[in-house]
């Protein structure tokens, strides 16, 4: 049994689903936040990297990400989406999926295809999708990719992550709020969550080298490597995302 495995069960079943057809937006930086988060609580953390190509997410080892094979042959095979919705229906506690590019659009079709929305629920599981959008030259194609999710998702599931890393999510002047897209799938959306621009030179140096190490938060805060100050700063950082989410009520 693995240290995620042996935890309690007190959080009802879920899956967490990160999805963004734009490759280098944040998605497994997202999905390691969702997985620490989630194993502050009583409940049974289990991590799966989808990405055939940049499985990042699998690289944390303290978060004991499975890494699916999805590719065959140089192709995505769905058959092997199979495996991680057997393991959802059948299994306890809360599924964390990262997802790379190229399995964004074979597995949501999938997803719709067979009808697993449905399934899960039939089996008791709460089912939230996360999607980035970013600002800078991909606001576009983050905020396209969201809509395609928004657009046919049958249930008020949608979590968008405003990733500021590349600018802010503005445009004409308005905030993501007051988007069109947000206005009109607010029945969608449940919520959103800042990943803030914060100073490159303190916060975003420190984060970075917890990203580039493949550590998480807790791991950082104990690492010599980082400065004393640099430690207050990541806890800082993960006190915002964590209250953040905390406020979504998504346990």
């Known amino acids: 049994m693995t240290k995620s495995e042996a935890r309690g069960n007190g959080t009802q079943a879920s899956v ?4 963004q057809g734009k490759g280098g937006v944040g998605k ?12 502050t609580k009583p409940a049974r953390v289990h991590c799966m990297d989808t990405d055939p190509v940049n499985a990042t997410f699998a690289q944390y080892r303290l978060l004991e990400a499975e890494h699916l094979k999805v590719l065959r042959r140089g192709r995505i095979n769905e058959k092997e989406f199979d495996v991680f919705v057997q393991r959802v229906c059948s299994g306890e506690g ?3 999926v990262d997802t790379g590019a190229t399995t964004f659009v074979p597995l949501w079709n999938f997803i719709l295809e067979n009808e697993i929305l ?32 928004a657009q046919t998702t049958s249930q008020k599931n949608v979590i968008v992550w405003i990733n500021e890393y590349f600018g802010e ?23 959103s969550v800042l990943i803030r621009d914060r100073n490159p030179q303190t916060f975003g140096d420190d984060l970075r080298l917890m990203l580039e190490q493949r550590l998480t938060f807790d791991e950082a805060i104990k690492d010599e490597r980082f400065f004393l100050v640099s430690k207050q700063r990541l806890a800082i950082v993960r006190r915002d995302l964590f209250e953040q989410l905390d406020r979504l009520e998504i346990e």
């Open 169 to 191: 999510v503005i445009k004409d002047g308005k905030a993501f709020e007051e988007f069109k897209i947000a206005e009109e799938y607010a029945h969608k959306l449940v919520g």
């Open 28 to 39: 497994s930086f997202v999905s390691a936040i969702l997985a620490q988060y989630f194993r």
């Open 118 to 149: 449905a399934l899960f629920q039939a089996h008791q599981r709460r089912v939230f999708v996360h999607s980035v959008i970013t600002g800078g030259q991909a606001m576009t194609d983050t905020l396209n990719g969201l809509e395609r999710l």
């Open 94 to 96: 809360v599924f964390i």
């Open 16 to 19: 967490h689903l990160v999805l």
